[in-house]
T-cell receptor, first 114, second 114 residues
Framework: ETGVTQTPRHLVMGMTNKKSLKCEQH?????MYWYKQSAKKPLELMFV???????ENNSVPSRFSPECPNSSHLFLHLHTLQPEDSALYLC?????????????FGSGTRLTVV | AQKVTQAQTEISVVEKEDVTLDCVYE???????LFWYKQPPSGELVFLIR??????QNEISGRYSWNFQKSTSSFNFTITASQVVDSAVYFC???????????FGTGTRLQVTL
């Protein structure tokens, strides 16, 4: 069983819908990340949170809104998405942001925007 | 900035064959870490190995082995006697700097058939 749990596993939403992706870890990690994985493209880092504070936003459109209420939970709120936003959204966590820390990934949410 | 190139987009082998996945990275840092992850069809990225830039010893773990050549900035991964369960996408990812993040390439899709 993975240490990082993402829900839902699959999500289909219309362009006018509002939905949220949830990520939860009970590994005692302090840093959490959202990645986007589109077909035939490298994984794109979207957001980084360290001790609940957002430390990085890689020019992500405002229709994606992250929230980190505590070190164990990370959300990605979605609204008025476009079909090109369809992708696998992966959450990850790490103990810290030190260079030797690897990440633990969740299984992802497969998002389809129709 | 760091960059990683996995030139092999897809590799197809027959079970029991050996296969090597190439990874070439770029970084200006002298201290860095290199990671390999496996992404099976289920979606989550599974950590395989971490190597720091000062340790050039090759590593073997069961059927897996890694060849780190700092002089050529390569960190290649070999699977000996491949099995169908090895079918996945494999990512090499460097990590440098004090507030570092994993940088992924496009990965190599390995298909092992009977």
């Amino acid at each position: 069983e993975t240490g990082v749990t993402q829900t839902p596993r699959h999500l289909v939403m219309g362009m006018t819908n509002k939905k949220s992706l949830k990520c939860e870890q009970h590994l005692g990690h302090n840093a959490m990340y959202w990645y986007k994985q589109s077909a035939k493209k490298p994984l794109e880092l979207m957001f980084v949170y360290n001790f609940k504070e957002q430390t990085e936003n890689n020019s992500v459109p405002s229709r994606f809104s992250p929230e980190c209420p505590n070190s164990s939970h990370l959300f990605l709120h979605l609204h008025t998405l476009q079909p090109e936003d369809s992708a696998l959204y992966l959450c990850a966590s790490s103990q810290d942001r030190r260079r030797w820390d690897g990440y633990t990934f969740g299984s992802g949410t497969r998002l389809t925007v129709v | 900035a760091q960059k990683v190139t996995q030139a092999q987009t897809e590799i197809s082998v027959v079970e029991k064959e050996d296969v090597t996945l190439d990874c070439v990275y770029e970084t200006r840092d002298t201290t860095y870490y290199l990671f390999w992850y496996k992404q099976p069809p289920s979606g989550e990225l599974v950590f395989l190995i971490r190597r720091n830039s000062f340790d050039e010893q090759n590593e073997i773990s069961g059927r897996y082995s890694w060849n780190f050549q700092k002089s050529t900035s390569s960190f290649n991964f070999t699977i000996t006697a491949s099995q169908v369960v090895d079918s996945a996408v494999y990512f090499c990812a460097p990590k440098t700097g004090t507030a570092s993040k994993l940088t992924f390439g496009t990965g190599t899709r390995l298909q092992v058939t009977l």
